[in-house]
């Protein structure tokens, strides 16, 4: 059965470690027969929350941006994949924004499959957890009948391309085969 994909690849550092990770999930998962794409918030004309509630109101928002286009992707999407570089214990600004932009929909975007990948220049993978509950907090408490899948923590990887050398592609191959 073929399965549609969505990966949301959360680093503004193309090519990097982040980068090569989702291109790795997303060849296992074509070796299964799904149907992957990737978007990349980073490289997207997201427009920050004003907080202005208007959403709320009227089920859209004010911005009239590459939000809807995600918002789309995500609904249509039968597996959501989250990936992200860690910055100081938590995910980037860039997909932040797209988290927080999900407001309008995020209620509708149930029963999904949910796949969690971060990467950071630290060793230690306790020190990745509070990104990873970033994304378990959208996808746990907001996001309803979702279920997580799995999650990679790449760990002692910070020079652009570094996490090649690893086992860490391989793992995120394999997640993805398991999609």
């Known amino acids: 059965m073929s399965r549609k994909i969505l990966i949301i690849d959360g680093s503004p550092r193309r090519g990097g470690n982040t980068d090569i990770l989702c291109d790795s999930f997303a060849t296992?998962?074509?070796?299964?027969?799904?149907?992957?794409?990737?978007?990349?918030?980073?490289?997207?004309?997201?427009?920050?929350?004003?907080?202005?509630?208007?959403?709320?109101?009227t089920g859209r928002c004010v911005h009239k941006d590459d939000m809807e286009e995600v918002r789309d992707k995500m609904l249509s999407a039968d597996i959501i994949?989250?990936?992200?570089?860690?910055?100081?214990?938590?995910?980037?600004?860039?997909?932040?924004?797209?988290?927080?932009?999900?407001?309008?929909?995020?209620q509708k975007?149930?029963?999904?499959?949910?796949?969690?990948m971060v990467?950071?220049?630290?060793?230690?993978?306790?020190?990745?957890?509070?990104?990873?509950?970033?994304?378990?907090?959208l996808t746990?408490?907001?996001?309803?009948?979702?279920?997580?899948?799995?999650?990679?923590?790449?760990?002692g990887v910070w020079k652009k391309g570094e996490v090649s050398g690893t086992e860490f592609p391989d793992m995120a191959r394999k997640m993805g085969r398991s999609a």
């Open 28 to 57: 296992g998962a074509r070796e299964n027969g799904s149907e992957v794409e990737t978007i990349y918030p980073s490289r997207m004309k997201i427009a920050y929350c004003t907080g202005c509630d208007r959403c709320i109101e």
């Open 81 to 106: 994949v989250f990936a992200a570089p860690v910055y100081f214990y938590t995910i980037p600004a860039q997909i932040k924004v797209l988290i927080d932009r999900m407001v309008p929909f995020y």
């Open 109 to 116: 975007v149930t029963g999904k499959d949910i796949y969690i």
């Open 119 to 137: 990467c950071a220049a630290d060793p230690n993978d306790g020190l990745l957890e509070l990104a990873v509950e970033a994304f378990r907090g």
């Open 140 to 155: 746990r408490d907001c996001m309803e009948g979702c279920t997580e899948k799995g999650t990679l923590k790449a760990t």
